[in-house]
């Protein structure tokens, strides 16, 4: 088990360059008020990493190597697919004419963006922290645990774009109507109906993801038990689906 978690650390390590690159390219797309194609391009980058995982992990045998490498190969086509678009229409992205000519950024800058950052930074890393702290538990039950997590894992990446593009368009929404100077209360009554409709949007994310609870285990060569523990950790997925569109969307809103 040490030496596959190794193996996957070192080879999905390859993938942080390109992951900060195209966080950036979407970024931008989303604060134009572009909400769609980032989402759909996340929906290639889950949908391609969903393919792989079974492919390159069981029937090319690779093991954690090939769960790895699905990710690093997804994340390298979103990329491409983003840097490619952005760059070969100049007269639809005007921002990226230019962008790379020079690295500098100024003082007064980089201070902003710090201040402006730095909370999220640490938010982030404890979100984080609090992650693999909950893997390290599930590692200590049995390795049919650890399985049946990775495999809900990825149903769940899939259903979770779901909540991530709403918070993602409240964010954007309640964004350009402060840019716009409207009034505050008619700003915090469009931002609940947008919470509201978030919920409801993704409870239905959240039936659909417990209807396949007992049909998506089954496209693994497991055991049955790594697919019965994998059917529970989906319901149970499912169950807190709209919870997360509800924090994620007020996360967005702050």
Avoid at 9 to 29: E, K, S
Avoid at 87 to 114: C, D, V, Y
Avoid at 208 to 214: D, F, K, V, Y
């Amino acid at each position: 088990t040490y030496t596959h978690s190794v193996t996957y650390l070192r080879l999905v390590m390859l993938d942080m360059p390109f992951l900060f690159m195209m966080n950036i390219y979407q970024a931008v797309r989303q604060a134009q008020g572009d909400t769609l194609r980032p989402m759909l391009l996340n929906l290639v980058g889950i949908s391609l990493n969903l393919v792989l995982d079974p492919l390159l992990m069981i029937t090319w045998g690779m093991s954690s190597a090939g769960a790895a490498l699905a990710t690093v190969v997804s994340r390298y086509v979103e990329l491409a697919i983003v840097a490619l678009w952005t760059h070969t229409h100049g007269e639809k992205e005007p921002f990226i004419r230019g962008a790379f000519r020079s690295m500098f950024i100024p003082k007064q800058l980089t201070g902003r963006i710090l201040v402006k950052g730095m909370p999220l930074l640490v938010n982030e890393a404890l979100w984080a922290s609090g992650m693999a702290f909950l893997n390290q538990c599930y590692s200590l039950r049995s390795l049919d645990v650890v399985a049946a997590t990775n495999i809900a894992s990825t149903i769940w990446n899939v259903f979770s774009v779901s909540f991530l593009a709403m918070g993602n368009a409240v964010g954007i929404l309640i964004g350009q109507k402060l840019g716009a100077g409207e009034p505050e209360e008619e700003v915090r009554s469009a931002d609940r109906k947008l919470i509201a409709f978030s919920v409801v949007f993704c409870l239905g994310f959240g039936v659909a993801l417990a209807a396949l609870s007992r049909v998506f285990p089954q496209i693994y060569n497991t055991t049955d038990t790594v697919r019965s523990l994998a059917a529970s950790f989906i319901c149970i997925s499912a169950l807190f689906m709209p919870f997360c569109a509800y924090t994620n969307a007020a996360y967005f809103t702050l």
